[in-house]
T-cell receptor
Framework: EPEVTQTPSHQVTQMGQEVILRCVPI?????FYWYRQILGQKVEFLVS????????KSEIFDDQFSVERPDGSNFTLKIRSTKLEDSAMYFCASEANTEAFFGQGTRLTVV | GQSLEQPSEVTAVEGAIVQINCTYQ??????LSWYQQHDGGAPTFLSYNALDGLEETGRFSSFLSRSDSYGYLLLQELQMKDSASYFCAVKEGGYQKVTFGTGTKLQVIP
């Protein structure tokens, strides 16, 4: 069964450092998403991506964040200068026919 | 602004039926999804309703009333493995903006 894969599963970084979270969506899907979930809280929408550009973004997705699909398969989320409050689980999802498939997430810890 | 309300916790007995409600206030509503999330796991898609009415998928059913800004997830023949958090989520705005509810933690007891 096709699945969304994310790497790394866990990333520890120092405050102020840049991180890149990677995702390989399901190959024939057209819509891609990044979400984050702070421990014990709800899932929060960050950004959606369609046709090689951002289609929607939330208030959380400020200038510190960027997304790319550099090679037609990988889908990346970059955080330029991490803050302590960026510590969370980051999920990538891809969607076809209204059904979204989530990756297992990257747990980002900013110290 | 957008808001989705769900009960924070529900406890039900194995084999029983449980209903988890979701009320929402959003703009540009497209549809309501439901997700299951076990502790430490990723959300798993359960259902999507764009039109009013009941959608059934095995033991799980989902209902939507657009006029009431309300939906629910119905879980039948509860099993211990159904213990998890359940989130409703609204597609809104330009269709690709998704807002999740705060989640309902379901505990199934013997």
């Amino acid at each position: 069964e096709p699945e969304v894969t994310q790497t790394p599963s866990h990333q520890v970084t120092q405050m102020g450092q840049e991180v890149i979270l990677r995702c390989v969506p399901i190959s024939n899907h057209l819509y891609f998403y990044w979400y984050r979930q702070i421990l014990g809280q709800k899932v929060e929408f960050l950004v959606s991506f369609y046709n090689n550009e951002i289609s929607e973004k939330s208030e959380i997705f400020d200038d510190q964040f960027s997304v790319e699909r550099p090679d037609g398969s990988n889908f990346t989320l970059k955080i330029r200068s991490t803050k302590l409050e960026d510590s969370a689980m980051y999920f990538c999802a891809s969607e076809a026919n209204t059904e979204a498939f989530f990756g297992q997430g990257t747990r980002l810890t900013v110290v | 602004g957008q808001s989705l309300e769900q009960p924070s916790e529900v406890t039900a007995v194995e084999g029983a039926i449980v209903q988890i409600n979701c009320t929402y206030q959003t703009s540009g509503f497209y549809g309501l999804s439901w997700y299951q999330q076990h502790d430490g796991g990723a959300p798993t898609f359960l259902s999507y309703n764009a039109l009013d009415g009941l959608e059934e998928t095995g033991r799980f059913s989902s209902f939507l009333s657009r006029s009431d800004s309300y939906g629910y997830l119905l879980l039948q023949e509860l099993q211990m493995k159904d213990s998890a958090s359940y989130f409703c989520a609204v597609k809104e705005g330009g269709y690709q903006k998704v807002t999740f509810g705060t989640g309902t933690k379901l505990q199934v007891i013997p």
